[in-house]
């Protein structure tokens, strides 16, 4: 996959972090980053704000188990700092690196449309979240509430970005609690 040239619904750029507020005196911020290591967010040069109208060259002092402590030409003292709070930081998305066969930035799962094994529609994916036991997709189905499907390759057996699809195989639940259980079946071979 190549995230080189995306598809026209596709976003342009990545969000990779977001200013969580100033830290000391001497203008330095602290940055919550959504990269794989958190000083990778210096390593793509300029990040821009939503608008795409400003840009930011982080100089990354130090991490801490809350961010990045960073510093941006141009802001010198805490005054200047406490009014980027907030700032979500974008990187244009030619500049990421391109995933392996099995990786894909959340953003490539975002509006894909999801079809079951049988290629009935789902429905779209509109998230990724993830509350810390691993990667859910939220499922918009084509009527009811949204769901959340684990990203595993048991419930989601395929990924085509390119096509702008993946096959959903859904949990069963079951109201015992013994979720992902096939459903038994009765004497007259009836589910139940």
């Known amino acids: 996959m190549s995230n080189e040239n995306p ?10 972090g977001e200013i969580t507020g100033a830290h ?19 390593a793509y040069g300029p990040l821009t704000d939503a608008s795409g109208q400003k840009s930011f060259r982080l100089r990354i002092v130090r991490v801490t188990s809350k ?8 802001i010198e003292d805490r005054n200047g700092a406490e009014p980027m709070r907030g700032t979500r930081l974008y990187i244009d998305r030619a500049k990421l ?12 799962l975002i509006g894909l ?8 529609a789902l429905g779209k994916i509109i998230a990724v979240r993830n509350f810390g036991a691993g990667d859910l997709l939220e499922l918009k ?14 419930f989601v057996p395929s990924v085509d970005v390119e096509a702008g699809l993946l096959v959903i195989n859904r ?14 079946e009765d004497e007259d071979g009836a589910e139940s």
């Open 7 to 16: 598809s026209p619904e596709k976003p342009h750029r990545i969000l990779v």
């Open 24 to 42: 000391g005196i001497r203008g330095d911020l602290l940055v919550r980053t959504y990269t794989e290591t958190p000083e990778a967010i210096a």
């Open 67 to 74: 961010g990045v402590v960073a510093r941006v030409a141009g």
């Open 97 to 108: 690196p391109a995933t392996g066969e099995a990786e894909f930035y959340h953003a490539d």
């Open 113 to 120: 449309r999801a079809v079951a094994g049988d290629g009935s």
């Open 141 to 154: 189905p084509l009527e009811g509430e949204t769901e959340f499907i684990p990203f595993e390759d048991r």
């Open 171 to 184: 949990p069963i639940v079951t109201v015992d609690g013994d979720d992902d259980a096939p459903p038994e």
